[in-house]
């Protein structure tokens, strides 16, 4: 048997945390800097210093040799430039370690080369990193040795945003305020912050190392650019919540000891739709400590996952024709003394401060349905969101029958009296116990479902920050408070007005709310209707963070300016196009070199036996052989074709402009012309003899692993 884990012994061992900083540092410090964390006060440069060097001692005894500002430049993945903690030398040729109050708070990689989107010219190539000191510092160890990370925010010369962290905080002091002023009309005088929460579910794919080195498509671009379907795919759904084989099983006993040491509160974990898919959940935590977290479980799926002679895919979709990656992001309000701004409590119809609440965010989905779709656009995604699977690519709400019973009220009488409560769930076997029903059902078809007492966000791309869409949620919510408060805060008598304005919202904004399947065609016509947009890919969802109504809510609350949001669009569109680029000239590598010989190899070996056949014995039947040569021949002829014609078009994006325009160009006349060359190849590889077929098949690549 394996060696026991002692998890309250490791959990966050390496982790600089409030305990540690505690028993470090001097009082007074630490005091000062537990203002700065919690209030959000300007930390003094003296404090700076005593707290870097405890930090430094602190994890040069975990064995680190440098430390990193660790950041999240635009490229969705984090960034890092290490630096030893070792001084020049004295005279005498010894060193010292260091590592000073400066060093902690500031840093200036050489930003030049990190996306901007425009905002920096490159002769500018000035960005600094700073200290987030709300998201703790940790070790990690790896195969680079043991390594102090200071979790950061990255901004340009000029003080714009050249990361994801930076907007993040900004929305988050932006829902804070607002709803800080909500509370208040409740006559709460008590709470001093509100954050927000929240806790992504993570999936993801594991296959076998020497089997993905085997697929260029894989190393390249994260998905499968080819691939027959096997004969076995989800449709037993023997894979959801099976069983954990043993391999996979040591990968996550070591994952969740990795991510324990790193504070990370690894708590669920289970197999997923697909064969080869699982998924792993924290505990939810503090919106930014929540994004960071899940950077590190991303980094540390696909470390430990190498160590195991395993590859660790976060794309959203490896595997056509089989479910998808996903991420959901349960998000939800609190205070500092504990109230979850999301608890309806037993008898929501009763709630006012959750009824106003509630209706505020249907207001805040329903005008800003495009900045939700865009913020869980990306490339991968748009493989998932309004394909063949969860969730459509319509934004819309599922609150469960409880609280649509509730609006319906408001809507038609202008009250709510009652609540629907959960029933006894009888199970009809007398040994087990009966008990409460949730008052709601789930919804899996719903990409933004109410689930007790928190949203839970559905469309998020598994291999995207988590960053995006809570900078989106967080704004969106501040908008709609911060709109309430203006109204309520002049209120004369503040019982009626707030009764009057949940009615408005409550009937203005219901047509965002759906309790129906979301996959079924009816409801794409429904939502149409209703005038919800339906946004079909990435490169359509991008404008929508550059409209006036965007440009000025985001503006309005500090969030991001106008010249950050048009950078970020540049942003999005370049790497839709590079990432387009990429898997159409792997495709063509892949095709070109290794698909065309193997068929020629086969068919050749096909013509051979047929003569050969025809020799031994001339009277033998030979239209089978003749018919798979001929099939297999035009096949080729096919492939051949399209691939020529890829070329040719991959070619042609040098004039085919540049920005939204090429983008644009992609995704109409590359995209299609990619798929029309995967069509051929599928066929074939279901002809060819599986040991000439130059790599592994999906049946060997998510059933063997
Ligand atoms: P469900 O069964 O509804 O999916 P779980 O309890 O499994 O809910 O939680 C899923 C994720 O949601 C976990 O990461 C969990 O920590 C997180 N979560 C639970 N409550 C909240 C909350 N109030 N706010 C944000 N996230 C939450
Ligand atoms: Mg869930």
Same mark, same amino acid.
């Given at each position: 048997?394996?060696?026991?884990?002692?998890?309250?012994?490791?959990?966050?061992?390496?982790?600089?945390?409030?305990?540690?900083?505690?028993?470090?540092?001097?009082?007074?410090?630490?005091?000062?800097?537990?203002?700065?964390?919690?209030?959000?006060?300007?930390?003094?440069?003296?404090?700076?210093?005593?707290?870097?060097?405890?930090?430094?001692?602190?994890?040069?005894?975990?064995?680190?040799?440098?430390?990193?500002?660790?950041?999240?430049?635009?490229?969705?993945?984090?960034?890092?430039?290490?630096?030893?903690?070792?001084?020049?030398?004295?005279?005498?040729?010894?060193?010292?370690?260091?590592?000073?109050?400066?060093?902690?708070?500031?840093?200036?990689?050489?930003?030049?080369?990190?996306?901007?989107?425009?905002?920096?010219?490159?002769?500018?190539?000035?960005?600094?990193?700073?200290?987030?000191?709300?998201?703790?510092?940790?070790?990690?160890?790896?195969?680079?040795?043991?390594?102090?990370?200071?979790?950061?925010?990255?901004?340009?010369?000029?003080?714009?945003?050249?990361?994801?962290?930076?907007?993040?905080?900004?929305?988050?002091?932006?829902?804070?305020?607002?709803?800080?002023?909500?509370?208040?009309?409740?006559?709460?005088?008590?709470?001093?912050?509100?954050?927000?929460?929240?806790?992504?579910?993570?999936?993801?794919?594991?296959?076998?190392?020497?089997?993905?080195?085997?697929?260029?498509?894989?190393?390249?671009?994260?998905?499968?650019?080819? @691939?027959?379907?096997?004969?076995?795919?989800?449709?037993?759904?023997?894979?959801? !919540?099976?069983?954990?084989?043993?391999?996979?099983?040591?990968? #996550?006993?070591?994952?969740?000891?990795?991510?324990?040491?790193?504070?990370?509160?690894?708590?669920?974990?289970?197999?997923?739709?697909?064969?080869?898919?699982?998924?792993?959940?924290?505990?939810?935590?503090?919106?930014?400590?929540?994004?960071?977290?899940?950077?590190?479980?991303?980094?540390?799926?696909?470390?430990?996952?190498?160590?195991?002679?395993?590859?660790?895919?976060?794309?959203?979709?490896?595997?056509?024709?089989?479910?998808?990656?996903?991420?959901?992001?349960?998000?939800?309000?609190?205070?500092?003394?504990?109230?979850?701004?999301?608890?309806?409590?037993?008898?929501?119809?009763?709630?006012?401060?959750?009824?106003?609440?509630?209706?505020?965010?249907?207001?805040?989905?329903?005008?800003?349905?495009?900045?939700?779709?865009?913020?869980?656009?990306?490339?991968?995604?748009?493989?998932?969101?309004?394909?063949?699977?969860?969730?459509?690519?319509?934004?819309?709400?599922?609150?469960?029958?409880?609280?649509?019973?509730?609006?319906?009220?408001? *809507?038609?009488?202008?009250?709510?009296?009652?609540?629907?409560? @959960?029933?006894?769930?009888?199970?009809?076997?007398?040994?087990?116990?009966?008990?409460?029903?949730?008052?709601?059902?789930?919804?899996?078809?719903?990409?933004?479902?109410?689930?007790?007492?928190?949203?839970?966000?559905?469309?998020?791309?598994?291999?995207?920050?988590?960053?995006?869409?809570?900078?989106?949620?967080?704004?969106?919510?501040?908008?709609?408070?911060?709109?309430?408060?203006?109204?309520?805060?002049?209120?004369?008598?503040?019982?009626?007005?707030?009764?009057?304005?949940?009615?408005?919202?409550?009937?203005?904004?219901?047509?965002?709310?759906?309790?129906?399947? @979301?996959?079924?065609?009816?409801?794409?016509?429904?939502?149409?209707?209703?005038?919800?947009?339906?946004?079909?890919?990435?490169?359509?969802?991008?404008?929508?963070?550059?409209?006036?109504?965007?440009?000025?809510? !985001?503006?309005?609350?500090?969030?991001?300016?106008?010249?950050?949001?048009?950078?970020?669009?540049?942003?999005?569109?370049?790497?839709?196009?590079?990432?387009?680029?990429?898997?159409?000239?792997?495709?063509?590598?892949?095709?070109?070199?290794?698909?065309?010989?193997?068929?020629?190899?086969?068919?050749?070996?096909?013509?051979?036996?047929?003569?050969?056949?025809?020799?031994?014995? @001339?009277?033998?039947?030979?239209?089978?052989?003749?018919?798979?040569?001929?099939?297999?021949?035009?096949?080729?002829?096919?492939?051949?074709?399209?691939?020529?014609?890829?070329?040719?078009?991959?070619?042609?994006?040098?004039?085919?402009?540049?920005?939204?325009?090429?983008?644009?160009?992609?995704?109409? *006349?590359?995209?299609?012309?990619?798929?029309?060359?995967?069509?051929?190849?599928?066929?074939?590889?279901?002809?060819?003899?599986?040991?000439?077929?130059? #790599?592994?098949?999906?049946?060997?690549?998510?059933?063997?692993?």
């Amino acid at each position: 048997m394996s060696e026991k884990i002692n998890v309250a012994e490791i959990f966050g061992e390496n982790v600089f945390s409030d305990a540690v900083m505690e028993q470090r540092l001097p009082k007074k410090v630490y005091k000062e800097l537990k203002k700065t964390i919690e209030e959000g006060k300007e930390l003094d440069p003296m404090i700076a210093e005593v707290v870097a060097n405890a930090m430094k001692d602190w994890a040069i005894e975990k064995g680190a040799t440098h430390y990193t500002h660790w950041f999240q430049p635009l490229t969705g993945v984090t960034a890092e430039k290490h630096d030893s903690f070792i001084s020049a030398p004295k005279a005498d040729g010894t060193t010292l370690m260091e590592f000073s109050g400066k060093e902690l708070i500031k840093g200036e990689p050489d930003a030049s080369s990190f996306p901007s989107g425009g905002l920096r010219a490159t002769f500018e190539a000035r960005g600094y990193t700073a200290w987030d000191c709300t998201s703790p510092a940790f070790v990690r160890e790896d195969e680079a040795g043991a390594i102090l990370c200071i979790p950061t925010a990255f901004c340009s010369y000029t003080g714009e945003a050249l990361d994801k962290k930076t907007p993040l905080l900004r929305s988050m002091e932006a829902v804070n305020t607002q709803a800080l002023r909500l509370l208040r009309l409740f006559g709460n005088t008590t709470s001093k912050k509100v954050m927000p929460s929240v806790g992504p579910e993570q999936e993801y794919f594991l296959v076998d190392k020497q089997k993905y080195l085997k697929r260029k498509d894989l190393i390249f671009t994260g998905r499968t650019l080819f @691939g027959a379907m096997p004969p076995k795919g989800q449709e037993l759904d023997d894979h959801y !919540f099976g069983t954990i084989r043993p391999r996979i099983g040591a990968f #996550m006993k070591d994952l969740n000891v990795e991510l324990w040491k790193l504070g990370v509160t690894a708590k669920t974990q289970h197999n997923e739709v697909a064969p080869a898919q699982h998924e792993i959940a924290p505990i939810y935590d503090q919106c930014n400590v929540a994004v960071d977290h899940n950077q590190i479980v991303m980094e540390t799926l696909k470390r430990v996952a190498s160590r195991h002679g395993m590859a660790c895919l976060l794309h959203e979709k490896p595997f056509a024709g089989v479910n998808g990656s996903g991420k959901h992001n349960n998000w939800s309000i609190t205070t500092d003394d504990g109230i979850n701004l999301l608890d309806p409590g037993k008898t929501p119809h009763q709630n006012i401060q959750f009824l106003l609440v509630l209706t505020c965010i249907m207001k805040a989905v329903d005008t800003h349905a495009d900045l939700l779709r865009e913020s869980a656009a990306d490339v991968g995604n748009d493989h998932r969101l309004g394909a063949n699977e969860a969730p459509p690519a319509i934004i819309s709400m599922f609150l469960g029958e409880q609280l649509e019973d509730v609006i319906e009220q408001l *809507v038609s009488t202008g009250a709510a009296t009652s609540s629907i409560s @959960g029933e006894v769930l009888k199970t009809g076997v007398s040994t087990l116990p009966d008990f409460v029903k949730d008052a709601t059902d789930r919804n899996r078809t719903s990409p933004f479902a109410f689930t007790g007492n928190k949203f839970e966000f559905r469309m998020v791309g598994s291999s995207d920050s988590i960053a995006g869409p809570n900078i989106i949620l967080n704004t969106i919510v501040a908008e709609a408070f911060s709109e309430a408060c203006d109204i309520l805060e002049k209120a004369e008598d503040f019982d009626v007005a707030v009764h009057d304005l949940i009615k408005e919202y409550a009937t203005k904004y219901r047509r965002i709310i759906f309790n129906g399947n @979301g996959y079924s065609e009816e409801w794409v016509a429904e939502a149409e209707r209703r005038g919800l947009p339906n946004i079909r890919s990435m490169v359509e969802a991008i404008p929508s963070i550059t409209t006036d109504k965007a440009v000025k809510m !985001f503006e309005k609350f500090g969030v991001y300016t106008r010249a950050e949001l048009e950078s970020r669009s540049e942003v999005m569109y370049e790497a839709y196009s590079k990432a387009i680029n990429i898997e159409a000239k792997a495709m063509i590598d892949i095709a070109g070199k290794q698909i065309i010989p193997s068929v020629v190899k086969y068919t050749t070996a096909l013509a051979k036996s047929i003569n050969l056949v025809k020799d031994a014995c @001339g009277d033998a039947d030979i239209s089978t052989q003749k018919e798979l040569l001929l099939e297999s021949s035009d096949l080729l002829a096919e492939t051949k074709l399209a691939l020529s014609k890829l070329q040719e078009l991959v070619d042609g994006a040098a004039n085919a402009g540049e920005g939204q325009k090429l983008a644009h160009y992609y995704l109409e *006349v590359i995209k299609p012309a990619m798929d029309a060359l995967r069509a051929p190849v599928d066929k074939l590889e279901m002809i060819v003899d599986k040991d000439m077929w130059p #790599m592994p098949s999906y049946g060997d690549l998510i059933f063997e692993v």
